[in-house]
């Protein structure tokens, strides 16, 4: 069965349907219902597929051919209870939705208009609200409809970090991410008074914080999303440098080392750094200290020197983990200060989980994305820019809108933003934008018209803002020559400045560039100011999988058969870094808040390369940089072939040898070229295993094993592990491969460790132990075809899908929701290519 939908794929449609449309709570389900259904169950991540229901079956079962998906035109049976029935089917009606509930805070005489054209923009795909903004607007659910939330630094006691969890796990539930600045805490073997103990640090207190985050579901969609930020003054940057070489630790956040231009000053001239905190011994200390150095020094109060380095040292540490797994990240505080009109009332003191919005304490924003693409003008070769213009303004004031419209849990933030109504309107489709104007990505040409294009909508949007303050006030801290004196509208034209300085302005601040992994694969797009990751992927049906472009590469291709795409067609993998950050840093200049978004680098980049980028992003003026280099997640060991093959994975190798020195006569066999295999995950008490059992002629031929970063203790023994087993393997000898495997499987089974998890038959006592479980489930599944238990599915080797046929390899990730292979790093964020799945 075939529907017309309005959007351009399948996955964009089952997104809208599954993310964004108000369901039917009962589940009163009829003959014809669209069906969002379960179609393979998963505790974290169900995948799922749209259907009819064809009939009602005794039981509260219902028959349901499947509409989308590999299993197109299949019929399957399942329980209401694990299907959804969207009460809204079409664009038109959610966008309906959101207006109406947006709009009702608008002034009666304007509202009915004001509500037309908030629906018509959404509709016709030109404005794209914020995720949060879509699943809550117009439902009357207590979601919250801003995506981003700091909260105050935890008080340094026991009550203060329980405080800042439990207000961090009640917005995450609410749909929020949040940002907690850990400075606050006293560092690691300080001492605490009262109890005559000593500190275990600011960063095992933010193990506790990632932890809540992993148990989160916000808003009934989607995990918590939580950014950890320290200050490069603090004595545990080191260990907070290093915390995610640990495995199980900090696993559910985002983390930054916020840098300040003395910290770089000293990087420039080889000076010392000092590492400091206030003298938890001051009377005043419990009473004062929030988590602010220069406040605390202002006072004239105490502050020990724990240990003095050179910056260098530190800077390099940042850089190299930054380089091996593109965590910590960094962001510039002290320009985010100079940069925001706030700075005169309201200090920044952590950025959101993406990094796009620096905020006060209790601060929070809302966003909502223009969307580019949608204002080429074919005819002319040009930007339809009366019609952008347009979109600008009524985004501005939706945005503005919502701060009215949204519930608020804490007063907190609702005083905080009734004070500063912060807003954060962005942009995607770019990189879509710039292939149609035939200007390639990074370019002297397209980073020309990019200040052009950003400048524009900067300007559109504070004139209109100036007309909201007009109509409906400025916000209450509004100071017209203090706002005018910050490094953002200092650089603005002045006819902006005149006109703010007699009328004001509605909001603090407008503009922001947030991560659209979402919403931009909804609408069909390029991701917020990224480039497409890739011009090709394979989409899986009932006939394999068939190499597809993205929309606009498809176009070209059908009007110039047989010709090759130009040059100015480009991946995020085709570009530098350098060039990436070329792009971030004109957009910088017209956005005043912050953007996200990641340098893509190959697995050819060095730590002294990764250094110069980070330098040149500080010296462009970026308030931030993050770099993904390829192959740096230790996922990507596994080096999947360019193009799918039947129920294969290619796999690299060590160099094998015909036999082993061992003062007997052993026979190793060697390696094929291509050999048949099967990868899983598997929950262990150090975090989630990926496996890979190869077999030739049915029997297991080899293993490897991934758990932890790579260069961790952890990886390297099972790493060790994997050879040893695949050595075994391999040799000649009287047992046969599937016999030696339930050896291997039967001596690891049993074998305790410090950490254990599970009850019952599920219990698995060590790493070792369910690795044994997980060899011998693979065994029985190939003795009698019965199922693998759902932890440790097999990763079909098909989802190689993702990787393109004739472009370099970009050995993607895999994705936790769908498994593909197909999870991108950009936008300072991972979305999945396959499935939609968003970590933001």
């Not at 693409?373 to 939706?398: H, I, Q």
């Not at 990436?580 to 808040?593: E, G, L, Y």
């Not at 690891?748 to 060899?775: C, E, H, P, T």
Request: proline residues 5%; contains cysteine.
């Amino acid at each position: 069965m075939e529907l017309e939908t309005g959007f351009s794929s399948e996955l964009s449609w089952k997104i809208f349907l599954d993310r964004y449309t108000v369901k039917d709570p009962e589940r009163h389900f009829q003959v014809g219902d669209l069906v969002i259904a379960l179609v393979e169950p998963h505790p974290k991540w169900p995948k799922k597929d749209i259907g009819i229901v064809k009939a009602l079956l005794p039981n509260q079962y219902l028959s349901i051919e499947l509409i989308t998906g590999p299993q197109k035109g299949d019929v399957i049976e399942r329980r209401a209870i694990e299907c959804d029935r969207p009460l809204e089917t079409t664009i038109q009606d959610v966008a309906a939705r959101i207006a109406r509930g947006v709009a009702a805070v608008e002034q009666a005489k304007v509202r009915p208009d004001v509500e037309a054209s908030f629906a018509r923009e959404i509709a016709g795909l030109r404005f794209i609200p914020g995720g949060r903004i879509w699943a809550g607007a117009g439902t009357g659910q207590q979601l919250t409809f801003f995506n981003c939330y700091v909260i105050p630094s935890p008080k340094d006691s026991r009550q203060g970090i329980v405080e800042t969890l439990g207000q961090m796990i009640e917005i995450m539930s609410r749909g929020g991410g949040v940002g907690i600045n850990v400075s606050s805490l006293r560092p690691s073997r300080a001492a605490v008074r009262g109890v005559n103990g000593r500190s275990s640090g600011a960063v095992s207190w933010m193990d506790l914080y990632s932890r809540a985050t992993g148990l989160v579901e916000q808003g009934g969609s989607r995990r918590g999303a939580l950014m950890l930020q320290l200050e490069d003054w603090h004595p545990d940057i080191w260990r907070f440098i290093e915390v995610k070489k640990t495995p199980g630790m900090v696993e559910n956040a985002n983390i930054s080392v916020r840098i300040s231009d003395a910290f770089m000053e000293a990087v420039k001239h080889d000076g010392d750094w000092d590492l400091v905190f206030p003298d938890t011994t001051d009377p005043d200390y419990d009473t004062l200290w929030d988590g602010n150095l220069e406040t605390w020094k202002a006072l004239g109060k105490p502050v020990v020197v724990y240990e003095t380095v050179k910056a260098r040292k530190i800077w390099q540490e940042i850089i190299k983990g930054a380089w091996e797994a593109a965590e910590p990240g960094v962001v510039f505080d002290e320009r985010h200060e100079k940069d925001s009109n706030s700075w005169y009332f309201n200090p920044l003191i952590s950025t959101n989980p993406c990094a796009e919005q620096p905020l006060p304490a209790w601060g929070v924003c809302t966003l909502g994305h223009v969307n580019l693409a949608a204002f080429y003008d074919r005819d002319r070769n040009d930007v339809d820019w009366d019609g952008l213009k347009k979109t600008v303004r009524m985004g501005v004031r939706f945005l503005d809108d919502i701060v009215d419209a949204t519930p608020y849990f804490f007063e907190q933030n609702r005083t905080n933003q009734m004070n500063e109504r912060r807003i954060g309107l962005g942009t995607m489709g770019l990189g879509e934008l710039l292939i149609r104007l035939g200007l390639r990505y990074g370019s002297p040409e397209s980073i020309r018209f990019i200040d052009k294009l950003y400048e524009f909508i900067a300007t559109e949007a504070y004139l209109y803002d100036v007309e909201l303050a007009k109509e409906k006030g400025a916000f209450p801290a509004f100071d017209a020559e203090k706002y005018l004196q910050s490094g953002f509208m200092m650089r603005m034209p002045e006819r902006v400045r005149e006109q703010i300085r007699k009328h004001g302005t509605r909001n603090v601040t407008i503009l922001t560039q947030a991560p659209t992994g979402t919403v931009g694969t909804m609408v069909g797009t390029s991701t917020g100011i990224e480039p497409f990751y890739a011009l090709t992927y394979f989409r899986q049906s009932r006939l394999g999988f068939d190499e597809q472009y993205v929309p606009v590469a498809q176009e070209w291709m059908e009007a110039h058969p047989g010709e090759a795409l130009p040059d100015y067609f480009v991946g995020a993998m085709d570009l530098t870094p350098e060039e990436h950050v070329q792009v971030q840093a004109a957009i910088q200049r017209w956005t005043d808040s912050s953007i996200s978004k990641t340098a893509n680098a190959p697995s050819t980049y060095t730590v002294e390369d990764t250094r110069k980028l980070y330098e040149l992003a500080y010296d462009l003026g970026c308030k931030g940089v993050t770099i993904y280099r390829d192959q740096s997640r230790q996922e990507q060991v596994l080096h999947l072939a360019e193009k799918p093959a039947d129920s294969a994975v290619t796999t690299s190798s060590p160099t094998p040898m015909a036999t082993v020195d061992t003062g007997v006569d052993v026979e190793v066999y060697p390696v094929p070229a291509q050999i048949n295999g099967r990868t899983y995950r598997k929950e262990t008490p150090a975090g989630t295993a990926r496996v890979v059992i190869n077999e030739v002629d049915g029997n297991p031929f080899e293993v490897f094993m991934l758990l932890g970063r790579a260069g961790s203790e952890v990886q390297s023994f099972m790493e060790a592990l994997g050879r040893i087993i695949s050595l075994y393997l391999r040799s000649n000898g009287s047992l046969t491969p599937r016999r030696k495997l339930e050896l291997v499987a039967e001596q690891l089974q049993g074998i305790g460790g410090a950490n254990q998890m599970g009850f019952g038959a599920g219990r698995v006592l060590s790493v070792v132990d369910a690795i044994g479980k997980l060899l011998e489930s693979h065994l029985a599944q190939g003795r009698n075809g019965a199922p693998v238990a759902a932890e440790s599915q097999p990763i079909l080797a098909a989802t190689a899908a993702a990787v393109s046929a004739g472009k370099k390899s970009s050995h993607l990730d895999l994705c936790p929701q769908c498994d593909a292979p197909t999870l991108v790093y950009e936008e300072g964020c991972q979305h999945c290519m396959s499935c939609g799945y968003s970590k933001c």
